[in-house]
């Protein structure tokens, strides 16, 4: 267990259905980040967050909704997705960029697909 | 931003032989190299990285070099065997508090 957990692991929503990815995180970093990994695009950053200010947001559909209530907690919450929007959502944290050894921790992923 | 490239994309070994995949980066800023392991079905974990102070970083059968003249680096993995086949994924940070992906080099080592 690296510390990052991910819930739920396995999520099918239709096209109208509004859902929430959740991740959690014990590691005393300041940074939490979610990716999208698909055939097409292996690692493909979304959102990060540094001390609880979204810092990037690479030009993602407002489909996707990210949340930070804190820095041990980030949200991912979606709603009317496409089929294509199907893929493995990961999230990670690191510590602060500067410091010690910035590895990203990641969760296990919430495989996620759209009918 | 930075933009990482990573070649090839796919990697099939024979156990025993050597495997090296390579990174290219854009944001001469980048200070930190890592490399992640994915295993099919399990998250990328970290297992070698480079600071940008150092040209070479080994641990057991893997190695890393690192060319900032030519915003390059590389991962080694030697005398590979089975538990080495999984994605491999490059990573660097650029300026900023993020870190930039490859786009994964799925290796496979033969029996």
């Known amino acids: 267990e690296t510390g990052v957990t991910q819930t739920p692991r396995h999520l099918v929503m239709g096209m109208t259905n509004k859902k929430s990815l959740k991740c959690e995180q014990h590691?005393?970093?300041?940074?939490m980040y979610w990716y999208k990994q698909s055939a097409k695009k292996p690692l493909e950053l979304m959102f990060v967050?540094?001390?609880?200010?979204?810092?990037e947001n690479n030009s993602v559909p407002s489909r996707f909704s990210p949340e930070c209530p804190n820095s041990s907690h980030l949200f991912l919450h979606l709603h009317t997705l496409q089929p294509e929007d199907s893929a493995l959502y990961l999230c990670?944290?690191?510590?602060?960029?500067?410091?010690?050894?910035?590895?990203?921790?990641f969760g296990q992923g919430t495989r996620l697909t759209v009918v | 931003g930075e933009n990482v490239e990573q070649h090839p994309s796919t990697l099939s070994v024979q156990e025993g032989d050597s495997a090296v995949i390579k990174c290219t980066y854009s944001?001469?800023?980048?200070?930190?190299f890592p490399w992640y392991k994915q295993e099919l079905g399990k998250r990328p974990q970290l297992i070698i990285d480079i600071r940008s102070n150092v040209g070479e970083k080994k641990d057991q059968r893997i190695a890393v070099t690192l060319n900032k003249t030519a915003k390059h680096f590389s991962l080694h993995i030697t005398e590979t065997q089975p538990e080495d086949s999984a994605v491999y994924f490059c990573?660097?940070?650029?300026?900023?508090?993020?870190?930039?992906f490859g786009t994964g080099t799925q290796l496979k080592v033969e029996l």
């Open positions: 967050y540094s001390l609880e200010e979204r810092v």
């Open positions: 944001d001469s800023a980048s200070n930190y």
């Open positions: 990573a660097a940070p650029g300026g900023g508090n993020k870190l930039t």
């Open positions: 590691l005393g970093h300041n940074a």
């Open positions: 990670a944290s690191s510590h602060e960029w500067g410091l010690a050894r910035p590895e990203a921790f």
